[in-house]
């Protein structure tokens, strides 16, 4: 009997052990983390284009987290940008960080690639905007019309990507996705970002 109230209380102490380590302390140190000025919330445009994101696996492709140049310098060379900080992700539930990177790191995407046709041209036939492209083509979130309307959004497929006679017309899903990928900027400054010990030294000297 006093046997398996010892393994009960032991078994208790590592859960408490646990949780403590894993969910509280993490959760403090979340709490504490400075929300990034320009940081802005998603549209809800944005964040059906999230889910459609999240619908076609990006995810298992893309990364969205430049890692530190102490860490990982070839993200820095690749253009990526800043490292991310924690407060950057305040409005991202749940956060899509990913571990592959089939494709390039996607954070600062809009601020690299702004433009809403090279985007819609890119998910249509990657290979169109970028040779040698492995990324599949979505080009079920589009439709091909004989003759668009005036409400809809044309994508101007170039030579020879496009269908021989029609028009190429974005859904709501691909415009939606889109707008998600325009909202990928995280160019503004970050207040948590850890200074390189060269800029310490510089600053302590001063």
């Keep these: 009997m006093r046997r398996a109230l010892a393994i009960m209380v032991g078994a208790a102490l590592i859960l408490m052990l646990a949780t403590l380590t894993l969910v509280v302390m993490p ?42 140049p102490s860490f990982a310098p070839g993200d820095r060379d690749r253009g990526w940008g800043r490292p991310s900080v924690p407060g950057d992700y305040l409005y991202d539930q749940p956060h899509l960080l990913g571990t592959m990177r089939t494709g390039p790191d996607l954070f600062n995407i809009a601020a690299r690639q702004p433009s809403e046709d090279w985007h819609l041209i890119h998910l249509y036939d990657p290979q169109a905007v ?33 269908p021989e006679s029609g ?5 709501e899903e691909a415009k939606a996705l889109v707008a998600y990928l325009l909202a990928l900027d995280h160019t503004y400054p970050a207040p948590t970002l850890p200074q390189p010990e060269q800029e310490k030294e510089q600053e302590h000297d001063q």
Excluded at 131 to 158: C, E, T
């Design 27 to 68: 959760y403090l140190q979340m709490n504490a983390e400075q929300v990034p000025d320009e940081l802005r919330p998603y549209t809800e445009q944005e964040l059906l284009g999230r889910q459609v994101y999240i619908a076609n696996g990006c995810v298992y492709c893309h990364s969205q987290q430049p890692r530190d």
């Design 130 to 162: 970028m040779k040698g492209s492995i990324m599949p083509p979505y080009r079920f979130l589009f439709r091909h019309v004989s003759q668009a309307g005036s409400d809809d959004r044309v994508v101007n497929i170039p030579a020879p990507y496009g």
């Design 167 to 171: 028009q190429i017309v974005a859904t």
